[in-house]
Nanobody, 124 residues
Framework: QVRLVESGGGLVRTGDSLRLSCAAS????????IGWFRQAPGKEREGVAC????????YYTDSVRGRFTISRDNARNTVYLQMNGLKPEDTAVYYC?????????????????WGQGTQVTVSS
């Protein structure tokens, strides 16, 4: 059974850091393109970062570029999203997603598998 499980969310203050994890089971992440998304209350799901299965292509949306870093540990079959310099506008439920495709996309419809999400709340 293919499954993605996010963890690492929490309540932090402006300027703090968090590292989100996305653990995969039922498949190996190293042959998948991975995306991180977030959804704030009343807003559409937004793609924030992705990297291709070859790790050649990495993309960050403008609002997080320079603050967030996506990485993977193939031995642990886990992907991470390191978030530094957190701001109140980063508050959202964060999701990881996987697609066995070449390239990198922050379009939600591009992905085949999704985790259940982890809440990140940044207080001012």
């Amino acid at each position: 059974q293919v499954r993605l499980v996010e963890s690492g969310g929490g309540l932090v203050r402006t300027g703090d850091s968090l590292r989100l994890s996305c653990a995969a089971s039922g498949f190996t992440l190293d042959v998948y393109t991975i995306g991180w998304f977030r959804q704030a209350p009343g807003k559409e799901r937004e793609g924030v970062a992705c990297f291709s299965l070859s790790d050649v292509v990495t993309y960050y949306t403008d609002s997080v570029r320079g603050r967030f870093t996506i990485s993977r540990d193939n031995a642990r079959n886990t992907v991470y999203l390191q978030m530094n310099g957190l701001k109140p506008e980063d508050t959202a439920v964060y999701y990881c997603a996987a697609a066995r495709k070449w390239g990198c996309s922050v379009a939600a419809r591009w992905y085949d598998y999704w985790g259940q999400g982890t809440q990140v709340t940044v207080s001012s």
